[in-house]
């Protein structure tokens, strides 16, 4: 669990002159956050459920831990597409049929659950377990790597 920074001690850090930085206390401009994620059968990560705090979160770990790829999955949960490769069968766990990740987005004081499943070549969008098709499934959570 990260260590809560006291507003005052944000405020002293920043010296004068630099260019002003984001405050980590304020929520996202679209008032959107990603509760938890499940991930299963995703590159080195399998049957993992990760929930997030509603302020920033750290991610941490030596290398081939799957950092990376938990940013990937957060991304590949928003868009349907990896930042990494072009092909989606890639992300898929070696010797597994497909992969599956599930999260739920609070936006608008709403929950949405958003699942995507990847069987060998069969991609199905849910949005709050009813089938979607991409257009109405973009948007629900938005990334930016």
Known sequence: MPIPIHRDAYETLIRPGILPRPDPFAYPSSGMILAWISLENYRNLSNQ?????????????????????????????????????????????????????????????KA?????????????????????DIFDYIGHLNAQV
């Open 49 to 109: 459920k990760l929930i997030f705090s509603g302020q920033a979160n750290i991610i941490s770990g030596k290398n081939g831990q799957g950092k990376t790829n938990l940013l990937e999955a957060i991304f590949l949960l928003a868009s349907t597409r990896s930042f990494r490769t072009p092909q989606i069968r890639d992300v898929i766990q070696w010797g597994t049929m497909g992969f599956r990740l599930e999260g739920e987005v609070e936006r608008h004081q």
């Open 112 to 132: 949405y659950c958003l699942d995507i499943q990847q069987l060998e070549s069969s991609k199905k969008l849910r949005i709050n377990q009813k089938p979607r």
